[in-house]
């Protein structure tokens, strides 16, 4: 499996950006996806999930309200929308697939990981 994200940036403070995570490689429906983030100096940490139906959801408190994941099952694709944005969500932001059916917010659960896509919010 291959996960490609894109759509990072800078942003100022306030504006909004949206990430995208293509999975190419085999099926992508039926597995859970995440965002991660990692700051310098910090540990990975969980941003977003989506189950395979898109029907449950679960966000970091830090994030709620702010941020929105979604998915499209046909066209293999996960999506991050991020609004409100603040120079704290500073990070390289990871897209992330769990061969599972329960979502688990834990980084070491996920199997497959994109590169990673650099998010700058100035203040």
């Known amino acids: 499996v291959q996960l490609q994200a894109s759509g990072g940036g800078l942003v100022q403070a306030g504006g909004s950006l949206r990430l995208s995570c293509a999975a190419s490689g085999r099926t992508f429906s039926g597995y859970v996806m995440g965002w991660f983030r990692q700051a310098p100096g910090k540990e990975r940490e969980f941003v977003a999930a989506?189950?395979?139906?898109?029907?449950?959801?679960y966000y970091a408190d830090s994030v709620k309200g702010r941020f929105t994941i979604s998915r499209d099952n046909a066209k293999n694709t996960v999506f991050l929308q991020m609004h409100s944005l603040k120079p704290e969500d500073t990070a390289v932001y990871y897209c992330?697939?769990?061969?599972?059916?329960?979502?688990?917010?834990?980084?070491?659960?996920?199997?497959?990981w994109g590169q990673g896509s650099q998010v700058t919010v100035s203040s």
């Open positions: 992330a697939l769990d061969q599972a059916v329960v979502v688990i917010t834990t980084p070491r659960a996920y199997d497959y």
């Open positions: 989506i189950s395979w139906s898109g029907g449950s959801t």
